[in-house]
C-alpha cells in the first residue's frame, strides 16, 4: 500500500473549517483514500473515503487532486469534539486489505 | 449499522496468566478481523489478520504462539494473550471488514490490558 504524510499537528478555531492535508504521491490507479479519526483513549472512528471524485457525507467532504496525489478533508464547523488524531490511509478496496496506520495530524480545535 | 464490539473493555492481570479479548460484529457478518496494538503516544501496529475458519496471518515480528487468533464465525474473532507480562500492557483494538458495503473497516472500541 502507498504511504502517506500528513502534517503531526494543526490547531484549528471551533466553529470554522478544518482542512486537513495529506499527500499520498505514490499511489496506484486502484486504491483508495480512507480517513479516520481517534479520540483519546477510543478505537479509530471511519470518517470517509474515495478513490477519485470528491465525496460528501454527515461528517466531512474529501477533495481528491486530479491526478490523486493528495487530498484534503474537510470538516465545514468544527466542534471541540472533533479534537482527535485523523489519520489518512491508502489501500486497495477488498474488505480483506489491511490498513496501515501512519502517525496521522493531532487536531486540537480550539474555543 | 456497522458497529463492533469488545469485550473487555479494560482488565488488569498478573504477570504470567492468559488473557482473551472478544472482538464482535453486532449487525453483519465479517469475514475479515483485524487485530491492532497500541502503545502510549504511538500509532496503531497491525498485529494480525483474522479469516473465519482458518488460520490467522501474522504481521512480521509478532510471536504467533503468544497471540493466539481464533476466528471461529463471522461474527467473532479472539485473541489470547498467553502467559502475558507487562511490555504486553497496551491497548489493543480489533476491527471487521465489510465486504459489500464499501469494504469499510470498522473499529472496536478497544481493550486496554495492564499487566502486573
Known amino acids: 500500500d502507498a504511504k502517506t504524510t500528513q502534517p503531526p499537528s494543526m490547531d484549528c478555531a471551533e466553529g470554522r473549517a478544518a482542512n486537513l492535508p495529506c499527500n499520498h504521491s505514490t499511489i496506484s490507479g486502484n486504491e483508495y483514500v480512507y480517513w479516520y479519526r481517534q479520540i483519546h483513549s477510543q478505537g479509530p472512528q471511519y470518517i470517509i473515503h474515495?478513490?477519485?471524485n470528491n465525496e460528501t457525507n454527515e461528517m466531512a467532504s474529501l477533495i481528491i487532486t486530479e491526478d490523486r496525489k493528495s487530498s484534503t478533508l474537510i470538516l465545514p464547523h468544527a466542534t471541540l469534539r472533533d479534537t482527535a488524531v485523523y489519520y489518512c490511509?491508502?489501500?486497495?478496496?477488498?474488505?480483506?486489505?489491511?490498513?496501515?496506520f501512519g502517525g496521522g495530524t493531532r487536531v486540537l480545535v480550539k474555543p | 449499522g456497522a458497529v463492533v464490539s469488545q469485550h473487555p473493555s479494560w482488565v488488569i492481570c498478573k504477570s504470567g496468566t492468559s488473557v482473551k479479548i472478544e472482538c464482535r460484529s453486532l449487525?453483519?457478518?465479517?469475514?475479515?478481523m483485524f487485530w491492532y496494538r497500541q502503545f502510549p503516544k504511538q500509532s496503531l501496529m497491525l498485529m494480525a489478520t483474522s479469516n473465519e475458519g482458518s488460520k490467522a496471518t501474522y504481521e512480521q515480528g509478532v510471536e504467533k504462539d503468544k497471540f493466539l487468533i481464533n476466528h471461529a464465525s463471522l461474527t467473532l474473532s479472539t485473541l489470547t494473550v498467553t502467559s502475558a507480562h507487562p511490555e504486553d500492557s497496551s491497548f489493543y483494538i480489533c476491527?471487521?471488514?465489510?465486504?459489500?458495503?464499501?469494504?469499510?473497516?470498522?473499529f472496536g472500541p478497544g481493550t486496554r490490558l495492564t499487566v502486573l
Open positions: 490511509i491508502v489501500r486497495g478496496k477488498a474488505a480483506g486489505n489491511k490498513l496501515t
Open positions: 449487525d453483519f457478518q465479517a469475514t475479515t
Open positions: 474515495g478513490l477519485k
Open positions: 476491527s471487521a471488514g465489510v465486504t459489500g458495503l464499501s469494504d469499510t473497516q470498522y
